[in-house]
T-cell receptor
């Protein structure tokens, strides 16, 4: 079945460092791809999404490009802040499926130090 | 405009008991999905409700059941609780119209501890 694999954490960075969190997927169809963020004690928030190959999703300085040839959707940010500390989840949703259910990776904890 | 709300926030039960969790969707949304998030893991899809019917189900036993009411709110019931059912239970709402790309809005979750 469909699945998402993302790099294990924790990822510890200093403020203003460059961030990359790797995400690859396996899907029988042509999925939509998402990054969600979970701050401590809170639910999930959609960070960005891409629905077709070569689409770039972006929000709050974060970017990810849908790469069909490498089945990847890596999250990047040029300069992280302490407030970016959270758990980041890569996810996919089947196109043409019965529902918009999400399949998540295991999450990557990001800790940004001042 | 209230987002997705869930109750209770925390719950402690013992093995073998039954539990009911509640969810109110974001205003205007008609579809509710439930996810289980074990500690250190990503959320796992339990099921989705639309028009008071279970639309799709993940790989969870029949001990997990749900309901959707005419006002679109939803309940998740878990019978015969096991220690492994301890997790954060997330509710997400979305609009059915527009196909499978509709964003799901998540609630803050209910933390269930089974002793």
């Amino acid at each position: 079945g469909d699945s998402v694999t993302q790099m294990e954490g924790p990822v510890t960075l200093s403020e203003e460092a460059f961030l990359t969190i790797n995400c690859t997927y396996t899907a029988t169809g042509y999925p939509s791809l998402f990054w969600y963020v979970q701050y401590p004690g809170e639910g999930l928030q959609l960070l960005l999404k891409a629905t077709k190959a070569d689409d770039k999703g972006s929000n709050k300085g974060f970017e990810a490009t849908y790469r069909k040839e490498t089945t990847s959707f890596h999250l990047e940010k040029g300069s992280v802040q302490v407030s970016d500390s959270a758990v980041y989840f890569c996810a996919l949703s089947e196109r043409g499926g019965a529902t918009n259910k999400l399949i998540f990776g295991t999450g990557t904890l990001l800790a940004v130090q001042p | 405009d209230a987002g997705v709300t869930q109750s209770p926030t925390h719950l402690i039960k013992t093995r073998g008991q039954q539990v009911t969790l509640r969810c109110s969707p974001k205003s205007g949304h008609d579809t509710v999905s439930w996810y289980q998030q074990a500690l250190g893991q990503g959320p796992q899809f339990i099921f989705q409700y639309y028009e008071e019917e279970e639309r799709q189900r993940g790989n969870f036993p029949d001990r997990f059941s749900g309901h959707q009411f005419p006002n679109y709110s939803s309940e998740l019931n878990v019978n015969a609780l096991l220690l492994g059912d301890s997790a954060l239970y997330l509710c997400a709402s979305s609009l059915s119209v527009g196909g499978p790309y509709n964003e799901q809005f998540f609630g803050p979750g209910t933390r269930l501890t089974v002793l």
